[in-house]
């Protein structure tokens, strides 16, 4: 299973990007608690926010979300799925 990691790509793309609380959330339109909120989790923004936040540190909603690049593939989850070596595809279940 994948996990939303969203809090943490935050904080990292804001500091990376030399940005204060306050700076985003002046860019954003939102009070620098909402910023605060969405850091350590406590809250997350619609997803109008969430597209405008990717599009300010240029970034897919892949990456701020799920914190993969754009260019990798979500991992099946091995333990729901069998790959077949045959098909080259994943089947739900695994062989016993």
């Given amino acids: 299973m ?3 990691k969203f809090a943490t790509q935050l904080k990292q793309l804001r500091q990376d990007h030399g940005m204060s609380q306050d ?3 002046e860019k954003l339109f939102v009070s620098r608690q ?3 909120k969405w850091e350590t989790g ?3 923004p619609d ?3 969430l597209v405008t936040i990717a599009g300010v540190f240029g970034v897919s909603l892949d990456t701020l979300i799920l914190g993969v690049a754009t260019n990798q593939a979500p991992q099946p ?3 729901a799925y069998t790959y077949n070596p045959t098909t080259g595809l994943y089947t739900p279940g695994m062989d016993k």
């Fill in 77 to 79: 989850d091995p333990e």
């Fill in 23 to 25: 700076q985003l959330a």
């Fill in 42 to 44: 406590e809250g997350t």
């Fill in 2 to 4: 994948m996990t939303i």
């Fill in 34 to 36: 909402a910023i605060s």
């Fill in 47 to 49: 997803l109008k926010t």
